[in-house]
């Protein structure tokens, strides 16, 4: 029958015993050797071996290659040949040993049967089986010291029988820890006995030391074991004394230079570390001819005393005096293999663990003096500061900055400014150097608190500023200092300017005041609610609000009629200046900047809120007579165009409020626009846009800079500091900071969340301003019209309503919508066919969708044809379209489809599109029947949004006056469309309209 054995053999390479599992024949008497091979079929016959081959292959030559030789040797073959005896001798053996120690332990607890191996032959007689005696040895030394020599004698005692060990044959099988085998017995050691110091006596009983070398054999031998050792001594003293002891933790570095705290105890005037085996400490001392060692045993009660105290406060007793934090990882590698993982520990782990255990120590510093147990760290190069800090500071404010003061005083009266420690904070590096050489950690905290703030502040001496802008970095000081003159903390009430000709919803209410808000000290903001929700009219509200609180000082005529030619350069604005002490009182005119096709609405918006405002539109080829006009309206509007052509004369004037709206147009910090915008003068800034990033976070910084300069910092500051770290972890801390940042500046609210607020169905016209080469297509066809309708007069006494009028109106009306409709090799671009486009986009950043209506079937091809361009999925219903009900379902079940295209024809019955929240009418029809009927498509039973309406007309177009004379006659447009032999228009109205 098989068995499993273990066979005790010499392994020549190793110079040391070994031990091998090997498979046995059971013979009765005997078992014979028939191979090492154990296979995993074996280790689940005898599972109880598994365990014990495992700890074998500690040492079986793959490992010993793989912990040991690796870095060195190519192979295994080659580590064989070339490993030195000394690496041998001092990491390999010792290795060894330790293993095989284990499984010696392992074998006798199981019980399973071990021989020593003596010879070739592979039987191991059963009764020459290994017995392991459950009493460890111990050695008994004596030194007897006489006149010519000093005699070394070392005996073994169990406890019953003492013995010399030359007596026995015996085997040091393994050194530390030390097993030992005589005849069929196996014996053990304690475990801190180096079995090396049996090797002498193996052979002999006593060594004799020569009187010659006795000096030294006693320093380095005698004493050594003085201190581990009960020795019995004759012919010199060892005197015992009793001292007074202290206990002390040290803060060390460890080899991978993570921090471990260690418990060091100072009996007299020797130190020894908590983790030493040594039992005592020894002295020695010579006078004459005479030797005298003097003992201090420690106190091992009393030692453990101390650390139960340092474990109470809550740090862990990992290994015999060495102390860590719980949250610190205890890293500890001794092997070549190991080794190499120390690259694992990560500069961050490292720093993160001086910080917890710096920190620990500071925090429990006076608990341990309490305790009697001191704190030392000699052993570091630079040693850290561990008493107590404090900041100390103050917020003051001038003009448009805010000073602070801060100074971090330490325990002994040091004051260092925060701004010195700018630099390591920004880095990460966290050990600031003091003047007197030690280690300042700084805590975690303050990377977190400080480092926006350090980020932003402009240093000036020992104090930061920061512009007022940025007073959300500084909110936590100035609260605890003293009182600011901040958004928040304006406390009255903030009313809507009287006479305001219209009642704000309550989110526009609150638009409002936030707005006022932040312009009373001095600061802009970005307005993004979503389109429709009357961003303009909020806007309209401050300016009045400014007007009526303000008292606008005369302006001098610095253009007089003596006919010298009117020039901005003689700085009208040196009388229009405010005077710093009066300054929230002194009234500026208010710039409005926006795109071409805006300014009629923002006129006619003007208008009907605000009709007490005096408004100049700033714009045409003949605007240099407007120029007298700039500081003596309430309100001027001019185009973005305009303003980048005239900023050299428009940058000496200061304004009031200055808003730009579509300030998305910004967004490019490179342009001209950009950076004429930047040299305009104003006393607050404010961008409406409901896009304010379109493309990157580039288009944020451009508009926010432009609204409050330097609130982010430079485009590269931005770019280093904000957009890199963003795009690398979207929700990380700089996404964070920069939320934070800008939050009190950007006020944004979509549909959905003042759906209550809105009504079912809000309709706004939108006047576009002709392209210079569409207006003058626009002219040369109304000129040619008007001259037919004339010489028809003229020749018949009365309009004759004939079909060459009513295609004449049409196609005025498609110049309107964009000459190419009419014109195929027409090159430029509409005006109306711009903003059109530029709404569908902000209607699309913000995930709604829209109805796109025109008469004119071509018109909505040429539509399509750019919305493909752009990108855009979209859905078109015409006269043409097969599949009526299919092009319906795609556009309101695919979330991607966001625009629907429809003729006036096809869609005026059977649609229900209630998936829509805004209807664009891209041309008025002279039917307002019609026109309702379109708007209806979105706004019906089932539709659970408020409904937006926007029609677009072309300024100084036949589409401008049929709004005007359709108050008078309702039927008009729906006349001239479907009549094609009556036209139920007077000449004077006809004439009108062209």
């Known amino acids: 029958m098989e068995r499993i054995i273990f066979i005790l053999s010499y392994e020549k390479r190793w110079d040391c015993w070994m031990v091998y599992a090997n498979r046995a024949i059971d013979a009765g008497d005997f078992f014979q050797s028939i191979g090492r091979y154990i296979g995993d079929e074996d280790l689940e016959v005898w599972p109880v071996v598994r365990k014990i081959t495992e700890t074998i292959r500690k040492y079986d030559t793959p490992m010993l290659f793989k912990q040991f030789g690796r870095k060195k040797f190519k192979d295994e073959r080659m580590f064989l040949q070339k490993v030195e005896e000394a690496y041998i001798r001092e990491d390999i053996r010792p290795y060894i040993d330790k293993y095989v120690a284990q499984v010696l332990d392992e074998l006798t607890e199981a019980g399973c049967p071990l021989f020593l191996k003596t010879s070739r032959l592979d039987n191991f007689y059963k009764n020459q089986r290994l017995m392991l005696k459950s009493v460890p040895l111990r050695a008994l030394l004596k030194f007897e010291r006489t006149g010519e020599f000093t005699r070394y004698i070392l005996r073994l005692t169990d406890g019953e029988k003492t013995f010399y060990p030359s007596d026995y044959a015996l085997k040091v099988l393994t050194r530390r820890p030390c097993r030992v085998v005589s005849g069929r017995q196996l014996f053990r050691f304690p475990e801190d006995f180096d079995g090396q110091r049996l090797q002498p006596f193996l052979q002999k009983r006593e060594i004799m030391i020569p009187k010659a070398n006795e000096g030294i054999y006693f320093r380095r031998f005698i004493l050594k074991n003085v201190r581990h050792e009960e020795i019995e001594v004759q012919g010199f003293d060892v005197i015992v004394r009793e001292v007074e002891k202290q206990a002390f933790l040290s803060l060390e570095r460890d080899i991978l230079g993570m921090p471990v705290l260690v418990m060091e105890y100072k009996y007299g005037n020797q130190y020894i570390p908590g983790w030493s085996s040594r039992k005592a400490l020894v002295e020695l001392y010579t006078e004459g001819d005479r030797y005298a060692f003097y003992k201090v045993s420690r106190d091992p009660e009393w030692e453990q005393l101390q650390?139960?105290?340092?474990?109470?406060?809550?740090?862990?007793?990992?290994?015999?005096?060495?102390?860590?934090?719980?949250?610190?990882?205890?890293?500890?590698?001794?092997?070549?293999?190991?080794?190499?993982?120390?690259?694992?520990?990560?500069?961050?782990?490292?720093?993160?663990?001086?910080?917890?255990?710096?920190?620990?120590?500071?925090?429990?510093?006076?608990?341990?003096?309490?305790?009697?147990?001191?704190?030392?760290?000699?052993?570091?190069?630079?040693?850290?500061?561990?008493?107590?800090?404090?900041?100390?500071?103050?917020v003051s404010e001038t003009m448009d900055w805010f000073e602070l003061k801060a100074e971090v005083i330490l325990t002994d009266g040091r004051r260092i400014p925060l701004l010195r420690f700018r630099d390591h904070i920004l880095t990460g590096k966290r050990e600031f150097l003091l003047d007197d050489g030690t280690l300042f950690l700084i805590p975690e905290e303050w990377f977190a608190t400080y480092t926006e703030l350090l980020l932003f502040a402009q240093g000036r001496g020992t104090s930061l500023f920061f512009h007022r802008s940025q007073y959300i970095l500084l909110k936590n000081w100035a609260e605890t200092t003293c009182h600011f003159s901040l958004p928040e903390n304006l406390q009255e009430e903030v009313t809507l300017p009287f006479d305001f000709q219209v009642t704000l919803r309550p989110y526009q209410r609150f638009g409002y005041e936030w707005m006022y808000r932040l312009y009373r000290c001095g600061l802009g903001g970005c307005l993004a609610d979503d389109m429709g929700l009357g961003k303009t009219l909020q806007a309209i509200a401050l300016i009045l609000k400014y007007r009526q609180e303000g008292v606008k000082k005369p302006v001098v005529n610095r253009w007089p009629d003596s006919g010298k030619q009117l020039s901005l350069f003689d700085a009208p604005e040196e009388v229009s200046r405010p005077d710093e002490g009066d300054r929230s009182l002194v009234y500026h005119t208010c710039l409005v900047v926006v795109p071409a096709s805006l300014i009629h609405n923002w006129r006619n918006e003007l208008r009907k809120f605000a009709p007490q405002l005096t408004v100049t539109i700033y714009a045409g080829t003949n605007r240099i007579d407007l120029r007298s006009y700039l500081q003596r309206s309430d309100v001027v509007l001019i185009t973005y165009h305009t303003l980048r052509n005239d900023i050299d004369i428009l940058s000496r004037l200061t304004f009031g409020i200055v808003v730009a709206d579509e300030a998305q147009m910004l967004k490019n910090p490179g342009s001209q626009l950009h950076q004429a915008m930047m040299r305009i003068q104003g006393r607050c800034f404010w961008a409406l846009s409901g896009t304010p990033i379109e493309n990157s976070l580039t288009d944020l910084w451009a508009v926010m800079n432009w609204v409050n300069r330097g609130l982010l910092g430079s485009q590269r500051f931005f770019r280093d500091h904000f957009i890199r770290p963003i795009l690398a972890d979207v929700e990380g801390r700089m996404s964070e900071a920069l939320r934070k940042l800008i939050a009190p500046y950007i006020l944004r609210r979509t549909k959905e969340e003042v759906l209550a607020d809105l009504p079912d169905l809000t309709a706004e016209l939108v006047v576009c301003e002709p392209e210079e080469e569409q207006r003058k297509v626009y002219e040369e066809e109304q000129s040619r019209v008007r001259n037919y309708i004339l010489s028809e007069r003229e020749n018949q006494g009365e309009l004759r309503s004939d079909f060459m009028v009513l295609k004449a109106l049409i196609r005025l009306r498609q110049i309107a919508n964009h000459p190419r409709l009419v014109e195929t090799g027409y090159e430029g671009n509409s005006g109306k066919f711009s903003e059109v486009f530029r709404m569908l986009g902000e209607v699309i950043a913000s995930g709604h969708k829209v109805l796109v209506f025109s008469s004119f079937v071509k018109?909505?091809?040429?539509?399509?044809?750019?919305?493909?361009?752009?990108?855009?999925?979209?859905?078109?219903?015409?006269?043409?379209?097969?599949?009526?009900?299919?092009?319906?379902?795609?556009?309101?079940?695919?979330?991607?489809?966001?625009?629907?295209?429809?003729?006036?024809?096809?869609?005026?019955?059977?649609?229900?599109?209630?998936?829509?929240?805004?209807?664009?009418?891209?041309?008025?029809?002279?039917?307002?029947?019609?026109?309702?009927?379109?708007?209806?498509?979105?706004?019906?039973?089932?539709?659970?949004?408020?409904?937006?309406?926007?029609?677009?007309?072309?300024?100084?177009?036949?589409?401008?006056?049929?709004?005007?004379?359709?108050?008078?006659?309702?039927?008009?447009?729906?006349?001239?469309?479907?009549?094609?032999?009556?036209?139920?228009?007077?000449?004077?109205?006809?004439?009108?309209?062209?």
């Open 307 to 394: 650390a139960r105290q340092l474990v109470a406060l809550g740090i862990r007793n990992d290994t015999e005096g060495y102390f860590h934090l719980p949250e610190v990882t205890v890293m500890t590698w001794k092997t070549e293999k190991e080794t190499e993982d120390r690259d694992k520990v990560s500069g961050e782990v490292i720093a993160d663990a001086w910080q917890k255990t710096v920190t620990w120590v500071q925090t429990h510093g006076d608990e341990l003096k309490a305790m009697g147990i001191g704190f030392t760290q000699k052993t570091l190069r630079r040693a850290y500061y561990i008493g107590a800090w404090q900041i100390d500071s103050s």
């Open 859 to 994: 018109y909505l091809k040429m539509v399509a044809e750019e919305t493909m361009v752009r990108g855009w999925k979209y859905a078109m219903l015409t006269g043409l379209t097969a599949d009526r009900e299919q092009t319906i379902r795609h556009f309101q079940a695919d979330p991607e489809c966001r625009i629907f295209l429809i003729s006036l024809k096809a869609g005026g019955v059977g649609l229900n599109l209630t998936e829509a929240d805004y209807v664009f009418i891209l041309d008025p029809w002279w039917n307002v029947a019609a026109e309702n009927q379109a708007v209806s498509r979105a706004h019906r039973i089932g539709q659970k949004r408020a409904v937006f309406v926007y029609r677009f007309i072309t300024a100084g177009t036949l589409e401008e006056k049929i709004l005007a004379i359709q108050e008078r006659k309702q039927r008009l447009a729906d006349s001239v469309i479907t009549a094609a032999t009556s036209i139920p228009l007077t000449d004077e109205e006809l004439l009108e309209v062209l």
